[in-house]
C-alpha cells in the first residue's frame, strides 16, 4: 500500500459532550479512555500502516495549533495540518485534503477517518483497510460498514445490495439512510443493514470525480489559498452531497469494534460502571444512585444522593444536569447559552499553549487574573499590547523577563509591570515549572491583543 495515504477530519464543533468538551476544545482534544486523547490514539492508528509524513490532517484555525501540541510528540509533521477558511462540512475539507495529496502523488488512495472515534483493536483496523484498499484499486468509494448491536437514532445507516454480508468481501451500496427514527433503525438492522462509520477509502482523483458531479461549486471552490471562495460553498456533508447519488460506492464489514462517542449516554455505556450501573470519578461519592454518569471537577467534591438514569457534570466554570435519555438537546441548550454571550460554551478557563499553560483566575469591567505556568525551558513570544497594561507576580520557579531590551530576573514574591505598548517576553530557565500571577487592567482585555514580534513556535 505504498500509495495509501491518511486523512483526519479534526473539525468539530464541540458541543455533544458539553462542559467538557467546548466550542474551541472539542471532543478529539480529550482523554476520554486510556492516557492518550482521540486524536492522539487516531494518529497513532494510522501511523501504524502509514509513515507519519503522509498523515493530512484537516482543521481550523482555532484548533491547530492545540492539535500540533498535542501530536508533535508524535512526529506530526507540521506541513500536513491543512486549515479550512472555515467549517463547512466533510465534503469541503475532504475536497481540500484530496487536492493537496493529489498534487504530490498522481496515483493517491487515501483512507479518511473522523478524530474522535473509539476504535478497538488496531490489528484488525488494519485487515479491514487491506480489504478497502485493494477495493478501492478498481475505482470504487469504499466505506466501512459496522455490524449494529442497537437501533441506535444518531448513526446513519447502510443498505448493501446483498444482505447476507460477509467479511473479507465488498458490497455494493443499495443507498444511505441518515440518522433514522428508533422504529425505522429497528426494521433497518433486522434487513441486515450496518451502520456507517464514516471512515472511507478511496482514490483521489475519483473521489474528486464525484465532487465536481454532484457538488461542482464545492469542487471549484475549494482553494486553499482563497478564503473568498471557501466563504461561498454552502456547509455540506461527503454522505448527503455525494455518497447518497454515487453509483461507485462499496461497504466493507469493519472487523474491528467502533463507538462514535456521539453523546453522554453514549459514553456512559461505554466507561466501566460500579454495581449500580454508575461511572463515577474519584471526587464523587453517591448514595443509592443508578445508571448515572458523574463526573466531578478537580477542586470540587460531588455528593449524589438517590439519584437515578442522570448525567452529571461538574467543571470549573460550568454544571451539566441532564436526563440520560436528554443530552441530545444539549445543542439547543448550549444556542441558548451562546446568544446570552457567555465564554462558558467556548473555551475552558485553563487553556493550553505550547509552552505550558494559563488559567482565568478573576475577570471583571477593565481587569482579568490568570495564573500562566510556563513549562521548564520554555518561553513565551516577544509580544506588545496595545490596550492593556500588565502585573505579574512570581509565585513559583524564577522568571527571566524581558522588557524593552532589558533583562530582569525575578524569583518567588517578586513582580514587575509590563505598561502598554512595551515589549515583552516571558521565559523559564529553569527545570521546574515556571507560575506568575498575572494582572491585566485596561479597555479591553481579548486574547487576540497581542502583537507578537518573534515566536519560537511559529504562530
Not at 27 to 44: A, R, V
Not at 83 to 103: F, H, R, V, Y
Not at 354 to 370: A, D, H, M, Q, R
Request: aromatic residues 8%; proline residues 4%; hydrophobic residues 40%.
Amino acid at each position: 500500500m505504498k500509495n495509501l495515504y491518511g486523512v483526519i477530519l479534526a473539525g468539530g464543533r464541540g458541543t455533544r459532550l458539553w462542559p467538557i468538551s467546548r466550542e474551541l476544545y472539542p471532543k478529539q482534544l480529550l482523554k476520554l479512555f486510556g492516557n492518550k486523547t482521540l486524536i492522539q490514539q487516531t494518529f497513532l492508528r494510522l501511523k501504524k500502516i502509514i509513515p507519519s509524513e503522509k498523515i493530512y490532517i484537516v482543521t481550523t484555525e482555532n484548533f491547530a495549533e492545540d492539535i500540533v501540541l498535542q501530536l508533535q510528540k508524535l512526529d506530526l509533521t507540521k506541513k500536513n495540518i491543512i486549515i479550512e477558511p472555515s467549517q463547512k462540512g466533510t465534503a469541503p475539507a475532504i475536497a481540500l485534503a484530496m487536492k493537496k495529496i493529489l498534487d504530490i502523488d498522481k496515483s493517491a488512495i487515501s483512507l479518511v477517518c473522523p478524530a474522535d472515534h473509539l476504535i478497538v483493536t488496531d490489528t484488525k483496523f488494519l485487515n479491514s483497510v487491506k480489504i478497502a484498499f485493494s477495493t478501492a484499486k478498481n475505482n470504487f468509494l469504499v466505506v466501512f460498514g459496522v455490524n449494529p448491536d442497537n437501533p441506535a437514532s444518531e448513526y446513519g445507516y447502510i443498505k448493501t445490495k446483498n444482505n447476507k454480508i460477509e467479511k473479507n468481501k465488498s458490497y455494493a451500496v443499495e443507498k444511505f439512510i441518515e440518522k433514522p427514527s428508533g422504529e425505522e433503525a429497528e426494521r433497518l438492522i433486522k434487513e441486515g443493514c450496518l451502520w456507517n462509520s464514516g471512515i472511507f477509502v478511496w482514490k483521489n482523483r475519483i473521489i474528486l470525480e464525484e465532487i465536481k458531479n454532484y457538488l461542482p461549486k464545492v469542487y471549484e471552490n475549494t482553494d486553499i489559498n482563497s478564503p473568498e471562495l471557501y466563504s461561498l460553498i454552502d456547509s455540506v456533508s461527503i454522505d448527503k452531497g455525494v455518497l447518497e447519488y454515487s453509483k461507485k460506492i462499496k461497504a466493507v464489514q469493519a472487523q474491528f469494534k467502533w463507538q462514535d462517542i456521539g453523546s453522554w449516554k453514549t459514553l456512559h455505556k461505554l466507561l466501566p460502571k460500579n454495581f449500580d450501573g454508575n461511572v463515577l470519578n474519584e471526587n464523587v461519592f453517591d448514595l443509592n444512585c443508578q445508571n448515572c454518569l458523574i463526573y466531578g471537577a478537580e477542586k470540587r467534591v460531588v455528593a449524589a444522593i438517590g439519584l437515578n438514569d442522570l448525567i452529571v457534570v461538574d467543571t470549573e466554570d460550568a454544571i451539566l444536569i441532564a436526563h440520560r435519555d436528554q443530552t441530545d438537546s444539549i445543542k439547543i441548550t448550549l444556542e441558548i447559552i451562546k446568544s446570552k454571550n457567555l465564554k462558558q460554551c467556548l473555551m475552558h478557563p485553563t487553556v493550553y499553549r505550547p509552552w505550558g499553560s494559563f488559567t482565568v483566575i478573576e475577570e471583571g469591567l477593565n481587569y482579568k487574573v490568570k495564573k500562566i505556568s510556563v513549562m521548564p525551558r520554555q518561553k513565551l513570544s516577544l509580544q506588545f499590547h496595545y490596550k492593556r497594561d500588565e502585573h505579574w507576580i512570581v509565585v513559583r520557579g524564577r522568571a527571566k523577563v524581558e522588557l524593552d531590551g532589558k533583562i530582569f530576573y525575578l524569583a518567588p514574591h517578586q513582580s514587575i509591570d509590563i505598561p502598554v505598548a512595551s515589549k515583552h517576553r516571558l521565559e523559564n530557565n529553569g527545570r521546574e515549572i515556571l507560575e506568575i500571577i498575572e494582572i491585566q487592567t485596561g479597555s479591553y482585555l481579548g486574547e487576540d491583543d497581542i502583537v507578537r514580534i518573534d515566536d519560537i513556535y511559529s504562530r
